[in-house]
């Protein structure tokens, strides 16, 4: 890129980040600090702003930039990830959105508390959406990261840590001054400009190959180098049992892993009411799944026009496929047209990226002052002062999310999420479906399903390729490489049903029927729901 051609791309992020900060002023002046207004934005979301908001929180960088790049690199393969982030909505749809609206008041930790001890839960609920919430930041900071390295052709990593830097401190802002209203208004912008730049794209590919998608199937996989086999499972997943058993593992992490995530469940309560929820969740299916097919088209479409080999040069993860397709489709990365059609996408990859760790940053900091700090200091927190530890807590987050950021550099923004999933199927789908429809659930059975899930995903992950053991590795130098699968989803979300199970089934606390009854109740009518 030159040098003119980088000084336009750097202006349009900087004019998004100008808009989104102006929003959040402007939301700022209009708060009176109520934990309501700063968690839930006041409840005065419409379904369809509200399913914008959350298709802006699901498509991520992984999305826009890390499936498109696996599918350059893998073909087939990395269809998995797009089929999975899709089918895990219906789960959404039919088992959790209306019934966690109905129950709970701010976080995942409220629905199970309801019925149960409070303290224990919270403390355990709480920790794991920290724990989610900080590994979905992660992936988004490498995104952050790969793409102003690529926009300022610096192939070492100054450039990169600084843009890891610059990401998080913006994200303090906007949660810390601007709370849920500020976030939602961001991820509807970011939702707008990421589908006007995908059907861009898309449409250019498509025009390129006459609207044939044979052909551009044809096309991927003869430049693959992998011919036939490019179209076919097993380049990335195949050979051994172990890819086999890793493909069934993300799988799984992928298709339930999105019930358990702290920013989708805390988009539920933007709304008035849950018929609201539903149907935000109806309109975040159909952006999301109009967005996924797209994906599929950029990242053949990158195989068939660039080659892997192309893409692998820029970055070795694929993650800057998607803007190389760009400058590819818009005549060349030297030319005016290609420039600007790289400047664009590069900007609203930025702003995606801007956007989901707004939306996960207030998650998790609404867990650590709704649920551990109310739970440890206070059994009744002052609102005013609960609101003033998350602003805290998202400084803190922001600062760990960072320095893991800078450590995973060369990872894949997809895989990484992949992980997140993973200890989200793990640790809080089992309490959450406990908690909402087994009426024998207690205490001691959710405390055990948090941590049963929890505890071996984290430790398998350490244990895994992905931080020791290979080259692709976080610390490619060592080896303490026991667990073979770099997803530990097979093993880890039976552990966490088994977990509550065997919790609940020992316990010696009698469950509560009068409160199941209400909650039953409540979850089914909203009746008594905030």
Same mark, same amino acid.
């Given at each position: 890129?030159?040098?003119? *051609?980088?000084?336009?791309?750097?202006? !349009?992020?900087?004019?998004?980040?100008?808009?989104?900060?102006?929003?959040?002023?402007?939301?700022?002046?209009? =708060? *009176?600090?109520?934990?309501?207004?700063?968690? &839930?934005?006041?409840?005065?979301?419409? +379904?369809?702003?509200?399913?914008?908001?959350?298709?802006?929180?699901?498509?991520?960088?992984? @999305?826009?930039?890390?499936?498109?790049?696996?599918?350059?690199?893998?073909?087939?393969?990395?269809?998995?990830?797009?089929?999975?982030?899709?089918?895990?909505?219906?789960?959404?749809?039919?088992?959790?959105?209306?019934?966690?609206?109905?129950?709970? =008041?701010?976080?995942?930790?409220?629905?199970? $508390?309801?019925?149960?001890?409070?303290?224990?839960?919270?403390?355990?609920?709480?920790?794991?959406?920290?724990?989610?919430?900080?590994?979905?930041?992660?992936?988004?900071?490498?995104?952050?990261? #790969?793409?102003?390295?690529?926009?300022?052709?610096? @192939?070492?990593?100054?450039?990169?840590?600084? %843009?890891?830097?610059?990401?998080?401190?913006?994200?303090?802002?906007?949660?810390?001054?601007?709370?849920?209203?500020?976030?939602?208004?961001?991820?509807?912008?970011?939702?707008?400009?990421?589908?006007?730049?995908?059907?861009?794209?898309?449409?250019?590919?498509?025009?390129?190959?006459?609207?044939?998608?044979?052909?551009?199937?044809? #096309?991927?996989?003869?430049?693959?180098?992998?011919?036939?086999?490019?179209?076919?499972?097993?380049?990335?997943?195949?050979?051994?049992?172990?890819?086999?058993?890793?493909?069934?593992?993300?799988?799984?992490?992928?298709?339930?892993?999105? &019930?358990?995530?702290?920013?989708?469940?805390?988009?539920?309560?933007?709304?008035?009411?849950?018929?609201? &929820?539903?149907?935000?969740?109806?309109?975040?299916?159909?952006?999301?799944?109009?967005?996924?097919?797209?994906?599929?088209?950029?990242?053949?479409?990158?195989?068939?026009?660039?080659?892997?080999?192309?893409?692998?040069?820029?970055?070795?993860?694929?993650?800057?496929?998607? +803007?190389?397709?760009? &400058?590819?489709?818009?005549?060349? /990365?030297? @030319?005016?047209?290609?420039?600007? !059609?790289?400047?664009?996408?590069?900007?609203?990859?930025?702003?995606?990226?801007?956007?989901?760790? $707004?939306?996960? %940053?207030?998650?998790?900091?609404?867990?650590?002052?709704?649920?551990?700090?109310?739970?440890?200091?206070?059994?009744?927190?002052?609102?005013? @002062?609960?609101?003033?530890?998350?602003?805290?807590?998202? /400084?803190?987050?922001?600062?760990?999310?960072?320095? !893991?950021?800078?450590?995973?550099?060369?990872?894949?923004?997809?895989?990484?999420?992949?992980?997140?999933? /993973?200890?989200?199927?793990?640790?809080?789908? +089992?309490?959450?479906?406990?908690? !909402?429809?087994?009426?024998?659930?207690?205490? =001691?059975? $959710?405390?055990?399903?948090?941590?049963?899930?929890?505890?071996? $995903?984290?430790?398998?992950?350490?244990? #895994?390729?992905?931080?020791?053991?290979?080259?692709?590795?976080?610390?490619?130098?060592?080896?303490?490489?026991?667990? +073979?699968?770099?997803?530990?989803?097979?093993?880890?979300?039976?552990?966490?049903?088994?977990?509550?199970?065997?919790?609940?089934?020992?316990?010696?606390?009698?469950?509560?029927?009068?409160?199941? /009854?209400?909650?039953?109740?409540?979850?089914?009518?909203?009746?008594?729901?905030?």
């Amino acid at each position: 890129m030159t040098t003119e *051609h980088q000084t336009l791309a750097l202006i !349009l992020f900087s004019v998004f980040i100008a808009v989104t900060l102006g929003i959040t002023t402007w939301v700022s002046r209009n =708060r *009176h600090g109520s934990a309501e207004e700063f968690y &839930a934005g006041g409840r005065l979301f419409s +379904p369809l702003e509200n399913g914008f908001a959350i298709a802006g929180d699901y498509m991520s960088a992984a @999305s826009f930039l890390g499936i498109s790049g696996l599918i350059a690199l893998f073909g087939y393969d990395g269809l998995l990830y797009s089929v999975g982030f899709l089918v895990a909505w219906l789960v959404v749809l039919f088992l959790v959105a209306e019934l966690v609206r109905n129950c709970g =008041r701010f976080t995942l930790a409220d629905v199970v $508390a309801a019925r149960m001890s409070e303290r224990p839960v919270r403390i355990a609920a709480g920790t794991s959406s920290v724990v989610v919430s900080v590994l979905y930041l992660v992936a988004q900071m490498v995104g952050a990261g #790969s793409l102003v390295g690529l926009l300022l052709a610096d @192939s070492g990593r100054t450039a990169r840590t600084l %843009t890891v830097i610059g990401v998080g401190a913006l994200m303090v802002i906007y949660v810390s001054f601007g709370g849920m209203r500020a976030t939602t208004w961001i991820q509807i912008v970011k939702a707008v400009l990421l589908m006007g730049g995908a059907i861009t794209l898309t449409v250019l590919v498509l025009v390129r190959f006459h609207g044939n998608f044979d052909q551009l199937l044809s #096309s991927a996989a003869e430049r693959s180098g992998y011919g036939e086999r490019f179209l076919g499972p097993g380049l990335k997943y195949g050979g051994d049992w172990t890819a086999r058993f890793d493909f069934m593992s993300l799988g799984l992490a992928l298709v339930l892993g999105t &019930a358990g995530l702290p920013h989708i469940l805390s988009r539920f309560y933007t709304v008035p009411t849950a018929r609201a &929820a539903r149907r935000s969740v109806v309109w975040a299916i159909a952006l999301i799944g109009g967005f996924y097919l797209m994906t599929i088209v950029l990242g053949f479409g990158a195989a068939a026009l660039l080659g892997p080999e192309q893409v692998k040069a820029s970055n070795a993860s694929g993650n800057t496929a998607v +803007p190389l397709l760009a &400058a590819f489709l818009g005549g060349g /990365a030297e @030319s005016t047209g290609g420039a600007v !059609l790289f400047a664009v996408v590069a900007a609203i990859a930025f702003a995606t990226i801007l956007a989901v760790v $707004a939306g996960i %940053t207030l998650a998790s900091s609404a867990s650590v002052a709704h649920d551990l700090y109310a739970s440890l200091k206070r059994r009744h927190a002052r609102q005013r @002062s609960e609101v003033t530890v998350a602003r805290a807590a998202a /400084a803190g987050i922001g600062a760990v999310a960072i320095a !893991l950021g800078l450590l995973a550099q060369d990872l894949n923004v997809a895989f990484l999420v992949g992980l997140a999933f /993973a200890v989200a199927a793990s640790a809080n789908l +089992p309490v959450l479906l406990y908690s !909402l429809f087994w009426r024998g659930f207690t205490t =001691r059975g $959710a405390v055990w399903s948090v941590y049963g899930g929890l505890v071996p $995903a984290v430790l398998l992950v350490a244990l #895994s390729p992905v931080v020791s053991g290979s080259p692709e590795s976080l610390f490619p130098g060592v080896d303490f490489q026991y667990f +073979p699968l770099q997803n530990p989803g097979l093993v880890s979300i039976p552990l966490g049903f088994l977990a509550g199970w065997l919790g609940t089934v020992t316990s010696v606390e009698e469950p509560d029927e009068r409160r199941h /009854a209400e909650t039953e109740v409540r979850s089914l009518t909203g009746a008594g729901a905030v």
